[in-house]
């Protein structure tokens, strides 16, 4: 929940510092501020599975490499995983 607020607090900040200063720091406000929330999003999912790893067996494990992978590479910027995503 935490890096959720996070991403919605950067691109808020990002769009204020666009309007009103230079467009620069609040672009480079938001990748730090991104990243600190993908690690954070990445150990949380990380947690939640080690949490209920026994509880959900296989499909579990499926499931979790699924959005881990998925996690992975929505933060490094590729289209098409962000159009799969969309998708489902």
């Known amino acids: 929940m935490v890096a959720g607020a996070l991403f919605i607090i950067a691109d808020v900040v990002a769009v204020r510092f666009a309007s009103v200063q230079e467009p620069v720091q609040g672009l ?3 990748a730090i501020v991104s990243e600190s929330a993908g690690v954070l999003l990445a150990l949380g999912l990380v947690s939640l599975y080690a949490y209920q790893a026994e509880a959900t067996g296989y499909l579990g494990l ?3 490499l699924a959005a881990f992978v998925g996690l992975w590479l ?10 799969l995503a969309n998708i489902g």
Not at 77 to 83: E, M
């Open 28 to 30: 480079a406000f938001r």
């Open 62 to 64: 499926v499931g979790f």
């Open 74 to 83: 929505g933060q490094q910027g590729i289209d098409w995983a962000a159009l």
